[in-house]
T-cell receptor, first 114, second 109 residues
């Protein structure tokens, strides 16, 4: 069974631009979560989607948004990029929404904002 | 607000040693705890999941325990190998996963 895939793997953008990252969950998994990893703040939860609905949200500004499609694939969008948005963005999938399900992570998208 | 602390921040050991990584948390009202491994520049690999009703889980040379009353979890690695070198992260499931800062492990051959 294929793992979680994320595209693109690397991205360089300029301050003020916007970016869209994509995540395909493990087949059969319906929940997708997004995380940001930076050297200063570590891993932080952005949001979780299940059945095309955002179920939970972390403490990030409204410039960070996401969506989930009927096939459970998810996209994350960051508008008006700032230098501090440079990070590794990880998505994770789990079978169902809920707190007892193991999360499986993709390889991440490395975003560099210049 | 849930806070997760991992001790030590870094650890260097010779091959073959048994070792213990520690994770502590402030709020015992957790659902589950998951241990991950992260290799440099890569995503996270799930090692063990302990549900809140469980006390421990084992997989191969790895054993993780959970003591909610004291707010602690430990990851025990037996007979360490150079391939175990990585950053080990513990994470608690609340609203999303709340991660510790990790323990950087280096196993010397």
């Amino acid at each position: 069974k294929a793992g979680v895939t994320q595209t693109p793997r690397y991205l360089i953008k300029t301050r003020g631009q916007q970016v869209t990252l994509s995540c395909s969950p493990i087949s059969g998994h319906r929940s997708v979560s997004w995380y940001q990893q930076t050297p200063g703040q570590g891993l932080q939860f952005l949001f979780e989607y299940f059945s095309e609905t955002q179920r939970n949200k972390g403490n990030f500004p409204g410039r960070f948004s996401g969506r989930q499609f009927s096939n459970s694939r998810s996209e994350m969008n960051v508008s008006t990029l700032e230098l501090g948005d440079s990070a590794l963005y990880l998505c994770a999938s789990s079978q169902l929404y809920g707190t007892i399900y193991e999360q499986y992570f993709g390889p991440g998208t490395r975003l560099t904002v210049t | 607000k849930q806070e997760v602390t991992q001790i030590p921040a870094a650890l260097s050991v010779p091959e073959g040693e048994n070792l213990v990584l520690n994770c502590s948390f402030t709020d015992s009202a957790i659902y589950n705890l998951q241990w991950f491994r992260q290799d440099p520049g890569k995503g996270l690999t799930s090692l063990l999941l302990i549900q809140s009703s469980q006390r421990e889980q084992t997989s191969g040379r790895l054993n993780a325990s959970l003591d909610k009353s004291s707010g602690r979890s430990t990851l025990y690695i037996a007979a360490s190998q150079p391939g175990d070198s990585a950053t080990y992260l513990c994470a608690l499931q609340t609203v999303g996963l709340v991660f510790g800062a990790g323990t950087i492990l280096r196993v010397k051959s």
